[in-house]
């Protein structure tokens, strides 16, 4: 998910009231409007341009942006045809053509558009991902995805947030192993196999899988990495030895699909498809892969915490465990702390950890979990990739591992997903009781 960032400052009106001489200084403070909520005013903007431009494609491109948010289709469609016309060989456009038309499930349209683009060899490898994307959409398209979601969400297995809170209390009360793991689009990247169909996907994959790096680790030069590849296998035995899998639901999907999404797409019916099978073998149960955001919306969190077992900690905030152990009934017994996600580092703040998350504080967490069993202790895990591995440990030894991700950030101040934009539902109480259930 992506992070929640400050809005932009919105231009001054008057900074720039017509389109002048200077069409990009224009599309700029069109787009500034807009993505400050200003729609009128950037549409203001985006008319002159179109006017007094109508040889260039920036009007055309930014007028389709805004009728596709608006839900005009085919208008959308119509300007982004006009914008390639101006200029056949810009790249900025055909991208968001072919998105738009894949989005709206004209994939035939989307893969023409595509193979009459002039891509110079600078633009090949972009112009190939979307090549194989369309292929995937085509390969695996909506209606699919949409079948797998909806055949988790009505499993018998699959568990409300009241049903995941007392699992996790029947695990720790009667001192036995448990883990629940989230699956989001970074696992759907590493769990995806480039190998797949003969490596018909393989560019898309390895441009999803170096993106996910940068954002965990502020680089992707672990792409090829023996020792990291290993892990794949690892993860997969963690998913399919765990108690609840958190996975995509049809929304998400929906939205996805919806913008022709390269990385969202793939990854999120990734996870689908990899999971189908557990649900007609051995018994894992599933829940919604914001289960972290209800379970502690519903105040299942904080009566875990009150509940009087010891608690464990996995999280890149240094304060964290402190501000548990205020909490009135909340028993801290162990905290271990890994860098932080490196994308979000300036909200974050940095850890001043030496060395990375993998191998460094990876081989330390991991070898101080397996240093001793941890019956009846629920363990809070926020790390990403890696936590899942965590959560993997932590159950082999007895443990209960609950994978609460982005809610570590939250309860430490932090926005770091769109979600968490209004952090007062999100609070650490210092009480037994959270705020207002379902408040988002």
């Not at 055309?60 to 942006?65: C, I, L, N, S, Y």
């Not at 030895?241 to 999907?253: H, L, M």
Request: net charge positive; charged share 25%; glycine share 10%.
């Amino acid at each position: 998910m992506m992070a929640a960032e400050p809005m932009p400052r919105a231009p001054a009106r008057g900074g720039w009231a017509r389109a002048g001489a200077d069409p990009v200084a224009a599309v700029r403070a069109a787009e500034a409007l807009r993505d400050c909520g200003d729609v009128l005013g950037a549409a203001a903007i985006v008319a002159e341009l179109c006017r007094l431009f109508p040889h260039l494609p920036y009007g055309w491109r930014e007028r389709a942006v805004l009728r596709r948010r608006a839900g005009d289709g085919p208008g959308a469609a119509q300007d982004f045809a006009r914008a390639r016309a101006a200029d056949p060989g810009d790249l900025l456009t055909l991208v968001q053509s072919v998105r738009q038309l894949a989005g709206a499930g004209r994939l035939a349209e989307a893969q023409a558009c595509l193979s009459a683009f002039p891509a110079r060899p600078a633009q090949a490898g972009r112009v190939e991902r979307l090549a194989q994307l369309i292929a995937y959409m085509q390969r695996h398209p909506e209606a699919e995805a949409m079948r797998l979601a909806m055949a988790v969400r009505e499993s018998p297995r699959h568990l409300d947030t009241a049903s995941v809170e007392a699992r996790i209390a029947a695990a720790l009360a009667g001192r036995n192993p448990f883990s629940l793991v989230r699956l989001g689009d970074g696992e759907g990247a590493w769990i995806s196999d480039p190998e797949e169909e003969d490596g018909r996907f393989r560019n898309l994959y390895r441009h999803n899988r170096k993106r996910i790096l940068r954002t965990w680790f502020g680089s992707d030069a672990l792409v090829d990495r023996p020792d990291f590849l290993a892990l794949r296998e690892r993860v997969l035995e963690a998913i399919r030895a765990a108690s609840v899998v958190g996975v995509t639901y049809p929304e998400r999907i929906r939205h996805e699909y919806g913008i022709a999404s390269p990385d969202g797409v793939p990854s999120c019916t990734n996870v689908l498809r990899h999971v189908a099978p557990l649900l007609e073998q051995g018994d894992t149960a599933f829940c919604t892969h914001d289960i972290h955001l209800d379970l502690h919306l519903s105040g299942a969190l904080h009566r875990l915490l009150a509940s009087g077992h010891p608690v464990g900690l996995i999280t890149c905030h240094p304060a964290l465990a402190a501000a548990l152990a205020r909490r009135p009934g909340t028993r801290v017994a162990a905290a271990l702390l890994v860098p932080e996600e490196k994308r979000f580092a300036a909200v974050i703040g940095a850890t001043g950890m030496p060395g990375p998350h993998f191998p460094d504080a990876f081989g330390r967490v991991t070898a101080r979990l397996r240093g001793r069993d941890w019956p009846g202790v629920l363990w809070l895990v926020a790390a990403g990739y890696l936590g899942k591995l965590y959560c993997r440990e932590i159950a082999a030894r007895g443990g209960v591992a609950v994978d609460i991700g982005s809610i570590a950030d939250a309860w430490s101040g932090k926005a770091t997903r769109p979600g968490l934009a209004d952090l007062a539902c999100y609070r650490l109480e210092t009480g037994d009781q959270p705020g207002p259930a379902g408040a988002r």
